[in-house]
């Protein structure tokens, strides 16, 4: 029957993609045995228990597969004192018990006592929820024993081997467990036997007469020791010493110190030997590079040239794992060329850049000062949109909601500004600076100093004051105002004539004649023997008496005029 096999179940796959996304290990540390209350069934990866759990032990072995790489292969053991039931469902467990992995199989009794019961659990890691891993039944996968031992020793050399393997327990070769000869005996061609007690004891010998040898020798003044002919090779030599055939004592440029101690140095003749790790005082160093700063720095020097004193330090701060950097000196004079390296917490604190691209978010913080004549560019072109298409520059965000937008605008066909939109906070401001010189804003303009109009080759200015002035040319709009050449000089004149009007106007008003009468009649006698008689200056004629001859009984009637002027009755013509 080929219908059996495992799977990794729904919660041990939600354990991977945690694993994964922590970088951390799942750890497969038991197994457990179960009937599935005595029905055959098939895997479900929805399961987070067995159906009827009867055993739970510990993993004996837990490998990688040698002939499929994708396979884990865990080794389970049944103990003779457990039993009395049969065996369908399997399972593997986390370290906190969680079910990771399940398998169903062939029916397997399993009796109580003096029966020990071997299962070898194949499971595909790299499984996903649509794929399992069907794996080979029988002995292939779950191991029966049931036999008696003392069975198998009448039954020959074959049937003993094919048990021995059955149990796993195979001849043994170099990188795997398993039966090996002994011998009392060293031969370094020999791969297939093991060495006894006594034959390490020959070894032993050797060794212990080696090491008499070098404690023999005495350290030179220098400290170090000679190891004569137990190393006649020739040693690299270093800057600090010519001799030939000598090892280095322990703290040498730091190797082999329980704690570093640190040390001052200037940074500009130093020599930085290959693998030297040291710890530097910076505050007490000197010709300190400016981006190393005080304090303690780990020093590992990966490679130098002592004739040209270049070499490549590797700096790490002591307090502050995240400050890295790596240092070149290229030759005696020239200083030092230093990499950060730094994580994304200390990434916002400091960022060298020479060069080079940067892509997706981008987060700044404090004054940065960009210096060099080329442009700051900024491109990508959005789509078109009621005839428009928009590149945005830079956008400046305020508290809340409130921003300020700087982008480029094409009006396809008719013009393309620069434009700026303040918006949110009640209210929203567009302004544009087009390509034909016009300025073109959706509200009022206010100006703290004076603003120049020039146009057709006149020039005003308005002044703060609220004062417009002609600057240039001979044809201010102001000039018909009897050649003014300001809005002051205009308005001015404007006033003067319109007071002198009004004053007019009011006077004539005021003396306005209302109505007009003649005064009382007088009379002026003129007898025939009165002479001349002239009626009064300012009087007007109105009639006469005469009564036949002219005698003594003639007379002439007058009166004046009168008109009515501001509340009262003149007389015209008279003082």
Same mark, same amino acid.
């Given at each position: 029957?080929?219908?059996?096999?495992?799977?990794?179940?729904?919660?041990?796959?939600?354990?991977?993609?945690?694993?994964?996304?922590?970088?951390?290990?799942?750890?497969?540390?038991?197994?457990?045995?179960?009937?599935?209350?005595?029905? $055959? +069934?098939?895997?479900?990866?929805?399961?987070?228990?067995?159906?009827?759990?009867?055993?739970?032990?510990?993993?004996? &072995?837990?490998?990688?597969?040698?002939?499929?790489?994708?396979?884990?292969?865990?080794?389970?053991?049944?103990?003779?004192?457990?039993?009395?039931?049969?065996?369908?469902?399997?399972?593997?467990?986390?370290?906190?018990?969680?079910?990771?992995?399940?398998?169903?199989? &062939?029916?397997?009794?399993?009796?109580?006592?003096?029966?020990?019961?071997?299962?070898?659990?194949?499971?595909?890691?790299?499984?996903?929820?649509?794929?399992?891993?069907?794996?080979?039944?029988?002995?292939?996968? @779950?191991?029966?024993?049931?036999?008696?031992?003392?069975?198998? !020793?009448?039954?020959?050399?074959?049937?003993?081997?094919?048990?021995?393997?059955?149990?796993?327990?195979?001849?043994?070769?170099?990188?795997?467990?398993?039966?090996?000869?002994?011998?009392?005996?060293?031969?370094? &061609? *020999?791969?297939?036997?093991?060495?006894?007690?006594? $034959?390490?004891?020959?070894?032993?010998?050797?060794? *212990?007469?080696?090491?008499?040898?070098?404690?023999?020798?005495?350290? *030179?003044?220098?400290?170090?020791?000679?190891?004569?002919?137990?190393?006649?090779?020739?040693?690299?030599?270093?800057?600090?010493?010519?001799?030939?055939?000598?090892?280095?004592?322990?703290?040498?440029?730091?190797?082999?110190?329980?704690?570093?101690?640190?040390?001052?140095?200037?940074?500009?003749?130093?020599? @930085?030997?290959?693998?030297?790790?040291?710890?530097?005082?910076?505050?007490?160093?000197?010709?300190?590079?400016?981006?190393?700063?005080?304090?303690?720095?780990?020093?590992?020097?990966?490679?130098?040239?002592?004739?040209?004193?270049?070499?490549?330090?590797?700096?790490? *701060?002591?307090?502050?794992?995240?400050?890295? #950097? +790596?240092?070149?000196?290229? /030759?005696?004079?020239?200083?030092?060329?230093?990499?950060?390296?730094?994580?994304?917490?200390?990434?916002?604190?400091?960022?060298?850049?020479?060069?080079?691209?940067?892509?997706?978010?981008?987060?700044? /913080?404090?004054?940065?000062?960009?210096?060099?004549? /080329?442009?700051?560019?900024?491109?990508?072109?959005?789509?078109?949109?009621? =005839?428009?298409? %928009?590149?945005?520059?830079?956008?400046?965000?305020?508290?809340?909601?409130?921003?300020?937008?700087?982008?480029?605008?094409?009006?396809?066909?008719?013009?393309?500004?620069?434009?700026?939109?303040? !918006?949110?906070?009640?209210?929203?401001?567009?302004?544009?600076?087009? =390509?034909?010189?016009?300025?073109?804003?959706?509200?009022?303009? #206010?100006?703290?100093?004076?603003?120049?109009?020039?146009?057709?080759?006149?020039?005003?200015?308005?002044?703060?004051?609220?004062?417009?002035?002609?600057?240039?040319?001979?044809?201010?709009? @102001?000039?018909?105002?009897?050649?003014?050449?300001?809005?002051?000089?205009?308005?001015?004149?404007?006033?003067?004539?319109?007071?002198?009007?009004?004053?007019?106007?009011?006077?004539? %008003?005021?003396?306005?004649?209302?109505?007009?009468?003649?005064?009382?009649?007088?009379?002026?006698?003129?007898?025939?023997?009165?002479?001349?008689?002239?009626?009064?200056?300012?009087?007007? @004629?109105?009639?006469?008496?005469?009564?036949?001859?002219?005698?003594?009984?003639?007379?002439?009637?007058?009166? #004046?005029?009168?008109?009515?002027?501001?509340?009262?009755?003149?007389?015209?013509?008279?003082?």
């Amino acid at each position: 029957m080929d219908d059996f096999y495992s799977i990794i179940t729904n919660l041990g796959k939600k354990l991977e993609i945690e694993a994964l996304a922590s970088d951390s290990t799942i750890r497969l540390t038991q197994f457990v045995i179960g009937d599935a209350s005595g029905k $055959a +069934i098939a895997p479900n990866a929805a399961q987070t228990a067995l159906i009827n759990e009867k055993y739970r032990g510990d993993i004996s &072995a837990l490998v990688q597969s040698s002939d499929q790489q994708s396979q884990l292969m865990a080794k389970l053991v049944l103990p003779p004192e457990i039993g009395g039931f049969t065996v369908r469902e399997i399972g593997l467990l986390t370290n906190s018990g969680e079910l990771y992995a399940l398998a169903n199989c &062939a029916a397997i009794e399993k009796p109580k006592g003096g029966v020990s019961v071997h299962i070898q659990f194949r499971l595909a890691v790299s499984e996903t929820a649509n794929i399992s891993l069907n794996v080979a039944t029988g002995e292939g996968l @779950f191991l029966r024993i049931d036999q008696a031992l003392e069975e198998l !020793a009448v039954q020959g050399p074959e049937t003993q081997q094919r048990a021995r393997e059955a149990l796993a327990v195979l001849e043994g070769e170099v990188g795997k467990r398993g039966l090996v000869e002994l011998s009392n005996t060293i031969d370094e &061609a *020999d791969d297939k036997t093991a060495a006894t007690p006594k $034959a390490l004891s020959s070894v032993k010998s050797v060794a *212990d007469a080696a090491a008499k040898s070098v404690n023999d020798k005495k350290p *030179d003044p220098k400290g170090n020791i000679q190891l004569g002919s137990a190393a006649d090779a020739e040693l690299i030599e270093s800057e600090e010493t010519s001799a030939k055939g000598q090892v280095l004592t322990v703290g040498d440029f730091g190797l082999g110190l329980k704690q570093s101690q640190p040390i001052s140095i200037d940074f500009n003749t130093y020599v @930085f030997h290959n693998g030297a790790h040291i710890l530097l005082d910076v505050s007490n160093c000197r010709n300190v590079p400016h981006i190393l700063t005080g304090g303690h720095l780990y020093a590992l020097c990966i490679g130098n040239d002592h004739e040209q004193r270049s070499c490549t330090v590797l700096f790490i *701060d002591k307090a502050n794992m995240a400050r890295i #950097y +790596i240092g070149l000196r290229s /030759s005696k004079t020239n200083g030092w060329k230093l990499l950060t390296i730094a994580n994304q917490d200390y990434v916002k604190n400091y960022l060298p850049l020479i060069g080079g691209n940067i892509t997706g978010d981008l987060s700044i /913080s404090g004054t940065h000062t960009v210096s060099g004549r /080329s442009y700051i560019e900024k491109s990508g072109v959005g789509l078109v949109f009621d =005839n428009q298409r %928009q590149t945005n520059g830079l956008r400046v965000t305020g508290y809340g909601n409130l921003k300020a937008d700087i982008f480029h605008l094409e009006n396809i066909g008719h013009y393309h500004c620069l434009g700026i939109h303040v !918006a949110n906070g009640g209210a929203t401001g567009w302004f544009e600076f087009r =390509n034909n010189g016009e300025f073109v804003a959706n509200g009022s303009g #206010y100006f703290g100093g004076n603003v120049v109009l020039n146009y057709g080759g006149q020039s005003h200015s308005l002044q703060s004051n609220g004062d417009i002035v002609e600057t240039q040319g001979r044809g201010s709009v @102001f000039r018909a105002f009897w050649n003014a050449t300001t809005l002051q000089q205009a308005l001015q004149h404007i006033t003067n004539r319109a007071n002198d009007a009004w004053n007019k106007s009011h006077d004539a %008003q005021v003396n306005r004649v209302q109505d007009i009468r003649l005064s009382g009649i007088a009379y002026l006698y003129a007898g025939r023997n009165t002479g001349r008689s002239i009626v009064p200056e300012g009087a007007v @004629f109105i009639g006469c008496d005469v009564q036949g001859e002219w005698d003594n009984n003639e007379g002439f009637y007058y009166s #004046y005029i009168q008109k009515f002027i501001n509340g009262n009755w003149v007389t015209v013509g008279r003082a």
